[in-house]
């Protein structure tokens, strides 16, 4: 159960703001951020946000800087390398898979996965990739880019720092409020990987 909230509440602690808004870059826009924790991270920081351990506006600009910056790179990332993507070794970084489950979002939802998959672990980083990759015009992206980091990045702290400004004791309840934020962000994946595998094995 740690490693649901001690130890974000004691990242959070040691590196502010800025540490939120680093990895919620990472995450956003490079492709070896894809396991990081952002949605369980954004609702921690909005709740200690309510302790009065960091502050909340900053926190609120450069969470949603952190975002819309790191898609911007993630963007330029897949035009610049392109269809060399689809080619690339695996690693524990790259998984061919993750390309592929972006790519079903991207034929099913067209621009809008880019406002989606905000709140889709895995798909949120890829995501902007494949928008440059499929050379997605640039001021759509980047329309749907500030929508969804908004609706991620400054929603999500400010529903952390509502129920710890208002539920009290709430830090009694974190540890499954932040596992329940986890699992409705794994699960959405894992039915679109289940519903997407089948298709191919039928195809």
């Not at 649901?4 to 490079?30: N, R």
């Not at 080619?87 to 790259?94: G, M, R």
């Not at 949120?124 to 499929?134: L, N, S």
């Not at 830090?171 to 934020?181: K, M, N, V």
Request: aromatic share 16%; with cysteine.
């Amino acid at each position: 159960m740690e490693f649901f909230s001690f130890d974000l509440v004691s990242f959070i602690k040691a590196t502010g703001v800025l540490g939120v808004a680093a990895i919620i870059f990472i995450e956003s826009g490079l492709l070896v951020g894809f396991f990081l924790p952002g949605d369980s991270l954004l609702f921690t920081a909005g709740f200690l946000a309510s302790q009065h351990v960091i502050p909340l506006i900053p926190l609120l600009v450069f969470s949603f800087a952190g975002a819309v910056l790191g898609d911007n790179l993630g963007y330029a990332i897949g035009k610049r390398l392109g269809p060399r993507l689809f080619t690339k070794n695996e690693s524990f970084f790259f998984r061919r898979d993750h390309v592929e489950k972006t790519k079903a979002y991207f034929d099913r939802y067209g621009p809008k996965t880019i406002l989606l998959a905000r709140f889709i672990p895995v798909v949120r980083t890829f995501a902007p990739v494949m928008a440059g990759v499929g050379a997605m015009r640039y001021r759509t992206f980047v329309a749907y880019n500030l929508a969804g980091g908004f609706l991620w990045s400054v929603c999500l702290p400010i529903l952390g720092y509502a129920l710890g400004s208002t539920i009290p004791d709430v830090d009694r309840y974190l540890i499954p409020i932040i596992i329940a934020i986890i699992l409705a962000s794994v699960l959405p994946p894992l039915r679109e990987y289940w519903r997407y595998s089948g298709i191919k094995r039928s195809s």
